[in-house]
């Protein structure tokens, strides 16, 4: 928990539904434990979306489909999502998710590891969701930043690792060091780049939000 949970359900307590469907889904996903952004990162999406109405949207990390079917709800009607999903489990609960929400059109689903389905995208996006492995997010960033359009959005997710990322180096258990190294690196990488603008929120799980410079 980074935010005081006072903080935290009260904010939350604001909130308006997201449509039964939506609120379903992500019921189904909290009773199953797939891992779904929270509603205080949903409610920062939908208000980027509103903001940026992009048209291409590329999100890694699909789990059941939720965070992707958010998004197709506020973004512009004629916007197109590729989302990415390895977990054999998972994908065709995604798939049957986007049929189910009449989304099959509009948003396509690549199977398989991210490290390597990056390096396969040519068109640019003009918004980022970054939602898969921790350790993995500073190894895709060359691909992120190729693929992300100037003055395009890029959001990642659980990027202050419940707090651990403060903590130093020798106060990390063994197990997580390498994440916590490489979570620093990713930030570190994010602040100082000289084709973007990040800002890190503390908000859920932590996010960042950084903008793809024109030039
Ligand atoms: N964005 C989703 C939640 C994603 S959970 C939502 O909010 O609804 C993170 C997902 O990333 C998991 O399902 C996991 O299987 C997937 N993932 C992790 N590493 C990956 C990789 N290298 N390539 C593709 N998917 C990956
Ligand atoms: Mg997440």
Not at 19 to 41: C, F, H, N, S
Not at 115 to 130: N, R, S
Not at 155 to 184: C, K, W, Y
């Amino acid at each position: 928990m980074i935010v005081d949970e006072r903080f935290r359900s009260y904010i939350c307590s604001l909130e308006r539904s997201n449509g039964e469907l939506l609120d379903a889904l992500e019921q189904t996903a909290l009773e199953t434990d797939v891992p779904i952004i929270r509603k205080e990162t949903q409610s920062f999406l939908k208000t980027m979306l509103v903001m940026n109405k992009p048209k291409q949207i590329l999100e890694v990390g699909t789990a059941i489909g939720f965070s992707a079917l958010l998004m197709a709800e506020f973004a512009p009607a004629d916007c197109r999502i590729t989302t990415i999903e390895k977990y054999e489990k998972r994908i065709p609960l995604a798939h049957a998710n986007f049929e189910r929400f009449g989304r099959s059109h509009q948003i396509t689903l690549l199977e398989g590891d991210a490290t390597l389905l990056l390096g396969e995208l040519t068109q640019t996006y003009d918004f980022i969701f970054m939602d898969a492995a921790k350790a993995q997010y500073v190894n895709y960033l060359p691909d992120i930043l190729r693929l992300l359009a100037p003055g395009g959005v890029l959001v990642s997710d659980n990027v202050l690792q419940d707090g651990d990322i403060i903590e130093s180096h020798f106060a990390i258990p063994r197990r997580n060091r390498t994440i916590h190294a490489r979570m620093r690196e990713y930030l570190y990488t994010l602040k100082n780049h000289p084709l973007l603008e990040t800002t890190i929120v503390p908000l859920g799980d932590g996010i960042t939000l950084s903008v793809k410079r024109e030039a």
